[in-house]
C-alpha cells in the first residue's frame, strides 16, 4: 500500500486525553509516572526537561515517547541510568500496548535503598508508566493537515464555520490588510473543504505548511 493510500485510511489516532502523575511505593523506592501528550519531538522533549528540573534531586527519570505514525513515526526511550533496557522499554511498552502516538512519559525514580534487580525494574517501571497512563486517559483525534489561508475580514466567520464544523481548527496569525489564519483540517475532509471554501471564493491564498 502507497503512502498517500495509508494515509488515507489511517485519519485518525489515540493519545492521552489529558497530563497525569501518579505516585507508587515500590520495595522502598519513590517511582512517580508522569504521562503528556505532545505533537512534535520538541514537545516531548521539553516535556522530560521540565519533569528533571522539577525532579533534579531524583536517582533517575527516564523516559519514552512516541510521535506521529507510518514511515515518519519517532521513537526514543531512555534509562538515564539504570541498567540497560529496565526502565525506557518498558515505559514504551506501556504507550504501545494502548497503541498510542504523541504521547511521552517519563518515570522518575528516588531510590530507597534496596535493589530491585533486573526484573523487578523492569515491572516496577511498567507498573509505573501504565498507571500514569491510565490516569491520563485516552482520546481519539483526527490526524490533520495543517494550512495558512489569507482571506478577507468578511470571510472570517464563514471560514471558520466550515472548517470546525467537520472537526478542524483555526488560529488567526497575522491582521493586516487581510486576516492569515492557520487551519488544521482533518485529512479525511481536507479535498472537501478546501475545494468548497476555493468554489466560495472565501479565500485569497491558500499554502499548505
Not at 512519559?105 to 530491585?116: A, P, S
Amino acid at each position: 500500500m502507497g503512502w498517500k493510500n495509508y494515509l488515507m485510511e489511517l485519519c485518525e489516532y489515540r493519545t492521552v486525553a489529558t497530563t497525569a502523575s501518579v505516585e507508587l511505593k515500590i520495595e522502598k523506592s519513590l517511582f512517580i509516572g508522569h504521562a503528556g501528550g505532545a505533537n512534535s519531538v520538541q514537545e516531548a522533549q521539553d516535556f522530560i526537561s521540565q519533569i528533571r528540573s522539577e525532579h533534579a534531586q531524583a536517582t533517575h527519570n527516564c523516559y519514552a515517547y512516541v510521535i506521529g505514525w507510518g514511515k515518519n513515526q519517532q521513537v526514543h526511550f531512555h534509562d538515564h541510568g539504570e541498567p540497560s533496557g529496565t526502565a525506557g522499554k518498558p515505559i514504551l511498552g506501556s504507550i504501545n500496548r494502548l497503541d498510542l502516538t504523541n504521547t511521552v512519559v517519563v518515570v522518575t525514580r528516588y531510590f530507597g535503598g534496596r535493589k530491585l534487580g533486573v526484573r523487578g525494574l523492569i515491572d516496577a517501571y511498567a507498573r509505573a508508566s501504565a498507571a500514569a497512563l491510565e490516569a491520563a486517559g485516552v482520546i481519539t483525534r483526527p490526524i490533520t493537515r495543517e494550512f495558512i489561508l489569507e482571506i478577507d475580514y468578511a470571510h472570517l466567520d464563514m471560514v471558520s464555520y466550515l472548517i470546525t464544523q467537520v472537526g478542524g481548527s483555526v488560529s488567526p496569525l497575522t491582521f493586516g490588510e487581510a486576516v492569515t489564519i492557520s487551519a488544521q483540517i482533518p485529512i479525511n475532509a481536507t479535498e472537501r473543504v478546501i475545494a468548497n471554501l476555493l468554489d466560495k471564493q472565501l479565500i485569497r491564498k491558500l499554502s499548505e505548511k
